[in-house]
């Protein structure tokens, strides 16, 4: 059973970078038939995907966030990170990670539990 | 970026009613469209993909239809496990869009 754990700090201050880890267990990052996203979720609104990343290293972003986000991975530790830099209040949220079937259908199939970051001095 | 509108955004119903949750998207997307299931402080589950699979698990109760921009989630008859928020999400380009959500509530 694939499992998908985020972490890192739940507060972090106005202009400051986010970085978040997400590790992966009961199967290899490095399978070539998935993507690894990051998706947000601000409370009681939706879900807003940020970007994804493949085993080799390939990136996706959200264009609305693409000039603050890098996604990246550690195959040898079967992680994938989050970095969102310049950080605002608006950027608070629980953020998942998440696999993404590649080939024909591609849905969000495991997600992690989610981790709130607020954003706070 | 492709748009995804969901109809309605909210929604009272009974146990044991039938319920239909409507998905539109901005611009076609053939049948590149999933469904998630998300309850209070968990995160989204897979329920339905590719428009109309059902995804293992998932109670024959839930069932999906559509192609191009227009799409349909459908319960047949509600159970007490099933008052949650319901998304839609497309997947046929980058970046990934979800739709507002729709909140089923208990009438």
């Known amino acids: 059973q694939v499992q998908l754990q985020e972490s890192g700090p739940g507060l972090v201050k106005p202009s400051q970078t986010l970085s978040l880890t997400c590790t992966v267990s009961?199967?290899?990052?490095?399978?070539?038939?998935?993507?690894w996203s990051w998706i947000r979720q601000p409370a009681g609104k939706g879900l807003e995907w940020i970007g994804r990343?493949?085993?080799?290293?390939?990136?996706n972003y959200n264009p609305s966030l693409q000039s603050r986000v890098t996604i990246s991975v550690d195959t040898s530790k079967n992680q994938f990170s989050l970095n969102l830099s310049s950080v605002t209040a608006t950027d608070t949220a629980v953020y998942y990670c998440?696999?993404?079937?590649?080939?024909?259908?591609?849905?969000?199939?495991?997600w992690g539990q989610g981790t709130l970051v607020t954003v706070s001095s | 970026d492709i748009q995804m509108t969901q109809s309605p955004s909210s929604l009272s119903a009974s146990v044991g009613d039938r319920v239909t949750i409507t998905c539109r998207a901005s611009?076609?997307?053939?049948?590149?469209l999933n469904w998630y299931q998300q309850k209070p402080g968990k995160a989204p589950n897979l329920l339905i993909y590719a428009a109309s699979s059902l995804q293992s698990g998932v109670p024959s109760r839930f069932s999906g239809s559509g192609s191009g921009t227009d799409f349909t989630l459908t319960i047949s008859s509600l159970q007490p496990e099933d008052f949650a928020t319901y998304y839609c999400?497309?997947?046929?380009?980058?970046?990934?869009?979800f739709g507002q959500g729709t909140k089923l509530e208990i009438k």
């Open positions: 998440a696999r993404e079937q590649t080939g024909v259908v591609r849905p969000f199939d495991y």
């Open positions: 990343i493949y085993a080799s290293g390939g990136t």
């Open positions: 009961g199967g290899s990052i490095s399978s070539g038939s998935y993507y």
């Open positions: 999400q497309q997947s046929y380009t980058t970046p990934r869009t």
């Open positions: 611009q076609g997307i053939s049948t590149y």
